[in-house]
């Protein structure tokens, strides 16, 4: 079953530009992909233009979702910035949002409902980030804080896995989408209605616009932290992306070799230069426990991460060890901070969690236990 191109563009000829020229004529739309009963495009206008353009921008998302075979549209405004131009706003939502101080003192605006946005990013990818960043979550949690996920990995969504979800989020009243819950997390991953692969053609704007939906088109409800998961790497697109979430602030996972330390290095200087502060670095993988001996050995150097941080003057959050444990629950989908609490590896991301609560809390981290209120 299914929809195809070609009916998917023969939809959008009765929708219209601001103009009045039907979408497809426009030479604003991107190419449609339509796999499954998933359909995914973008439109890129002006940055000047956006704001005229989002109600054609849902119309269109309404016309796609209502043809026959259609489970899911996202339809992306992309604001093409020109030479020169400042950088282009995130399209507004239907209603009016209130404008959030940003930490920068930028106006970017923030996500109503949500106290604090941090991120967690790598310099390349399987250093075990999203293990981390949904446990690190679960460790928000347990101290008694309302977390959600965001899945911003667009090229590699894993939270589908390490969290077991299989069911699409509901759309509430056509456009908005409500996000899953899972272990007492709220969660949203662009993997709940795109394909692996179909994101992987996707072109560095697709994925920002892509991006500003999850964060403003998602129910995500009275949240203390949002925690996301952003996908590796230092270049322009991650850049672009710490520049468009309004991050409280940025946790970067590294393991303990030479190379990785390099990427990390990268990834403290990438959110210094768009002035979001580095909450501190975790090592995973850190050592090896033996599970047949118990006899530890520090396979990539261990305590490379430390040295690092100390040296570039943020925080150390902690170390995770190489086990066989982790990596078998975490791509089982039963993260360990919540299907095995009581573990010494629950413990240690519990740990990591209370430096990051008591950051956020603008404590500092050199002090001792956070004064979160654990509920009874
Ligand atoms: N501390 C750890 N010990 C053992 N395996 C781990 C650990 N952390 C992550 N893994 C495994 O490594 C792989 C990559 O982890 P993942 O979190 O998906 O990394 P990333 O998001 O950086 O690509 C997964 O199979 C995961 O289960
Ligand atoms: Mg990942």
């Known amino acids: ?33 339509a796999g499954d009963s998933k359909v995914f495009f973008s439109i890129t206008v002006d940055a000047a233009d956006v704001k005229a353009w989002e109600p054609v921008r849902k119309r269109a998302e309404e016309v796609v979702r209502a043809l026959p075979g259609v489970q899911s549209a996202l339809v992306a405004l992309t604001a093409e910035r020109r030479a020169g131009a400042a950088p282009p706003r995130p399209p507004q939502a239907a209603r009016a949002a209130p404008a959030r101080a940003a930490p920068r003192g930028e106006s970017l605006q923030g996500v109503p409902g ?13 250093v075990g980030k999203s293990t981390t960043a949904v446990n690190l979550a679960l460790g928000l949690s347990a101290l008694g804080l309302k977390v959600g996920i965001l899945d911003a990995d667009i090229y590699g969504p894993s939270l589908p896995k390490l969290l077991a979800i299989r069911e699409r989020p509901q759309t509430i009243g056509g456009t908005r989408l409500k996000p899953i819950t899972r272990y007492g997390l709220t ?6 209605l795109i394909d692996e692969e179909t994101a992987m053609i996707w072109r560095g704007p697709m994925v920002i616009s892509a991006l500003t939906q999850m964060l403003r088109e998602v129910e995500w409800g009275t949240l203390d932290v949002m925690v996301v998961d952003m996908p590796p790497g230092t270049g322009d697109a991650q850049l672009t992306m710490a520049q468009q979430v309004p991050l409280k602030g940025a946790i970067i996972v590294s393991t303990p070799q030479d190379l990785a330390l390099i990427d990390a290095r990268r990834g403290v200087s990438m959110f210094k230069r768009v002035n979001v502060p580095v909450l501190g670095v975790i090592e995973n993988m850190s050592y090896f426990l033996c599970p047949h001996c118990g006899t530890r050995s520090d396979i990539f150097g261990h305590g490379g991460a430390r040295h690092e941080a100390q040296r570039l003057g943020v925080p150390f959050l902690g170390e995770v060890p ?55």
């Open 187 to 192: 969660v949203m991953s662009i993997g709940f």
């Open 1 to 33: 079953m299914g929809v195809n191109k070609e009916q998917v563009l023969a939809a959008l000829e009765g929708v219209a530009s601001p103009t009045g020229t039907p979408l497809p004529r426009t030479g604003a739309l991107s190419d449609v992909v």
């Open 114 to 126: 949500v106290a604090a946005i941090i991120a967690v990013a790598s310099g390349k990818g399987g």
């Open 322 to 376: 190489l086990d066989m444990v982790i990596r078998e629950k975490s791509d089982a989908g039963l993260p360990l901070v919540a299907t095995e609490p009581d573990s010494p590896y629950a413990q240690i991301y519990r740990d990591i969690a209370a430096k990051v609560a008591d950051q956020l809390k603008g404590a500092g981290a050199g002090r001792a236990a956070p004064k979160i209120v654990i509920e009874a």
